[in-house]
């Protein structure tokens, strides 16, 4: 098979800087001016920052303008099985064609200076956004957001913040504190706000910051509230009482992130069938994803299978839960990691709800775990931990002891993409 024109553009953007991560807007500055600055061309902008649930949020607002018949970019990060997935263009993934073209026009215009690869690829998708009519733009920050290449929108329409935790404190720091400075670095003067559930060190700062800048913050417990009914959301702000189906993302913390995505909503104008849409309609792949079918189902057919790509502490948190509410079935997880995770964290609060843990290196990431590493951190929390050489290994393991288990993937959303694209 020939390889796409995409994937050999992206493998020479991978060779621009030697760090993956490197955080500041300068090289962004610079290669935006040389393209003419399609930053400042774009459809009104909804930036998003968060810890947790930032794709989540904007998959449902997305789900929302849709059905107010509004058409949508949307930017998310990091891709599953495709980079296409990152760069959604007036509701569609970004042709093969399309994308090409933008990666070329940007590694051209960089002439060979040091940028990094989510630098130069950010650039290229607001150099296709700023090139296509739509109503809205959806950004997604790739890490922090103060420094994120996302952050050079002078004036959005919107500002989203959803929760903040501990994560990637070798680049944002190790206090709530200083993350959420980092996240509050989103905000722009005068520039609404919405603010979902944050940890008080966290809030404190965010509006902090706000009050100097004078946004109007829109913050969950003060302006807007959320809860589950009778099986129901309802979702309460000073426009009213909405009462909507359960967002059709699994999980309870998926409700904090409905609020989020709705109080948005409602301050863009959407009416209640809108919100009821961004609820019904909304699809977000690796977060609490039954898997139904593909190779990995096949080969253990009486396996409930699951998947996830969460990766922190708060994460880990946000599973327990959801696995406590979960009929009950005996439950083990495939488990792999980067390491530069708090793995221990993330596991800890999984270990009371399952059996086993199977631990598989992530493939193709050079900042993977080994399995070893990995079963040892899931032995260190209490889980009884095994090696795999591969997700379908440790699959087959699970169903030889039970072939009736609740089986959840996990640990990463690089783990995720593999698992995803080994399973068509």
């Not at 989510?118 to 103060?146: K, N, Q, S, W």
Request: charged share 20%; net charge negative; aromatic share 4%.
């Amino acid at each position: 098979m020939t390889q796409p024109s995409s994937d050999i553009i992206l493998e020479r953007m991978m060779a621009l800087h030697p760090k993956i991560i490197d955080l500041t807007l300068d090289r962004m500055w610079r290669l935006l001016a040389a393209l003419d600055h399609p930053e400042r061309n774009l459809p009104p902008v909804i930036h998003l920052a968060g810890t947790n649930g930032k794709g989540s949020t904007q998959a449902m607002i997305r789900a929302g303008l849709e059905a107010m018949g509004k058409v949508v970019h949307a930017y998310t990060s990091p891709h599953l099985a495709r980079f296409h997935e990152r760069i959604r263009l007036a509701g569609e993934l970004i042709s093969e064609d399309h994308l090409s073209a933008v990666l070329d026009t940007c590694y051209g215009a960089n002439k060979g200076a040091d940028i990094t690869y989510f630098e130069i690829t950010t650039c290229a998708a607001l150099l296709a956004f700023a090139r296509c009519p739509a109503d809205y733009t959806l950004l997604e920050v790739g890490l922090g957001g103060r420094l994120d290449a996302t952050n050079v929108i002078d004036r959005p329409a919107l500002t989203v913040i959803t929760p903040v935790s501990i994560d990637h404190e070798q680049y944002l720091g190790d206090t709530l504190g200083k993350i959420a400075f980092e996240k509050a670095g989103i905000l722009k003067r005068g520039v609404p706000c919405v603010v979902g559930p944050q940890p008080d060190e966290a809030l404190d700062v965010i509006e902090r910051q706000a009050a100097r800048l004078g946004v109007p913050v829109m913050a969950h417990g003060q302006h807007w509230h959320v809860h589950e009914e009778r099986g129901r959301l309802v979702f309460q702000d000073e426009s009213g009482l909405l009462d909507l189906p359960m967002a059709g993302l699994p999980g309870a913390h998926q409700m904090q992130n409905a609020g989020a995505a709705l109080a948005a909503l409602r301050h863009l104008g959407a009416t209640e069938d809108a919100c009821r849409a961004a609820m019904e309609n909304v699809f977000w792949p690796a977060r609490m994803q039954r898997l139904r079918s593909g190779p990995l189902t096949e080969a253990a057919p009486g396996v409930e299978l699951w998947l996830d790509g969460g990766h922190n502490a708060a994460a880990g948190l946000a599973l327990g839960a959801h696995l406590a509410r979960l009929p009950e079935r005996p439950t083990h997880l495939i488990c792999g990691m980067l390491n530069t995770k708090d793995v221990a964290g993330y596991m800890a609060p999984l270990a009371q709800h399952a059996q086993s843990l199977r631990a598989v290196s992530i493939p193709g990431e050079r900042a993977t775990l080994s399995a070893a590493e990995t079963a040892a951190a899931a032995r260190s929390v209490g889980l009884r931990a095994h090696e795999a050489g591969s997700v379908a290994a440790a699959l087959d393991g699970i169903a030889a002891e039970d072939a009736t288990a609740r089986v959840l993937i996990c640990g990463s959303l690089y783990l995720a993409g593999a698992v995803l694209r080994e399973n068509g």
